[in-house]
């Protein structure tokens, strides 16, 4: 099973950004990469969706806009650029990966979270 290990989180003041990292133990050409976030109290949310290859993307419609998505293969990586940062966007962000749903990410299947291997984590603080 593929594991995910997430960095690039920290304390951020409104309006900063930060690129997420979600590196992965092994070959991603085949897995769709999602990126999901949980706040203090608050419900699971999807963030983003990128296919396998790449040329597949979808956001949460409260990050639309504001962060981008994308993927390395060749480095086994996934990043999320997360631009004009918002103090609810506070949380802990988590990637996940599974193998040959591209179609997850073509529709709203992904929001789901049905994913075979999660990462543990890491923190993104917003606040003046």
């Known amino acids: 099973q593929l594991q995910l290990v997430e960095s690039g989180g920290g304390l951020v003041q409104p309006g900063g950004s930060l690129r997420l990292s979600c590196a992965a133990s092994?070959?991603?050409?085949?897995?769709?990469i999602g990126w999901f976030r949980q706040a203090p109290g608050k419900e699971r949310e999807g963030v983003s969706c990128i296919s396998s290859s790449g040329g597949i993307t979808n956001y949460g419609d409260s990050v639309k806009g504001r962060f981008t998505i994308s993927r390395d293969n060749a480095k086994n990586t996934v990043y999320l650029q997360v631009n004009g940062l918002k103090p609810e966007d506070t949380a802990v962000y988590y990637c996940?990966?599974?193998?040959?749903?591209?179609?997850?990410?073509?529709?709203?299947?992904?929001?789901?979270?049905?994913?075979?291997?999660w990462g543990q984590g890491t923190q993104v603080t917003v606040s003046s």
């Open positions: 092994g070959f991603i050409d085949s897995y769709v």
């Open positions: 996940a990966a599974e193998s040959g749903v591209d179609f997850y990410c073509s529709g709203d299947v992904w929001r789901k979270g049905d994913f075979a291997s």
